[in-house]
Nanobody, 128 residues
């Protein structure tokens, strides 16, 4: 069983920055892809960003392009989400997700059901 643990959430003013971290418990297996999703109160979970471990290819939701950056850590199965120019609408619980296998189909890394492992989430709140 792979466990994902997020950290780095908090309260920040609009225009500020936060850096989220996610680490997987396993060092035996390499997660093929890791992603970030978020869920705001009263809204459905939505895709934020993803990265494939082998080649570092990245994927972003349109709403965060140019503001958020996903990256791999030096340690295996570690991923970061640098969030800049934060807006109140970025307020949400942010979840890290991971999967052992590649997915197929256009936009597949944006689909939550492609990920087998999920963290408990970390709250990010952006005030006006």
């Amino acid at each position: 069983q792979v466990q994902l643990v997020e950290s780095g959430g908090g309260l920040v003013q609009a225009g500020g920055s936060l850096r989220l971290s996610c680490a997987a418990s396993t060092r035996t297996f390499i997660l093929y892809a890791m992603g970030w999703f978020r869920q705001a109160p009263g809204k459905e979970r939505e895709f934020v960003a993803a990265i494939t471990w082998s080649d570092g290819r990245t994927y972003y939701a349109d709403s965060v392009k140019g503001r958020f950056t996903i990256s791999r850590g030096d340690a295996k199965n570690t991923v970061y989400l640098q969030m800049n120019s934060l807006k109140p609408e970025d307020t949400a619980i942010y979840y890290c997700a991971g999967n052992m296998n590649a997915c197929s189909g256009y936009g597949c890394y944006e689909k939550g059901y492609e990920y087998a492992y999920w963290g408990q989430g970390t709250q990010a709140t952006v005030s006006t």
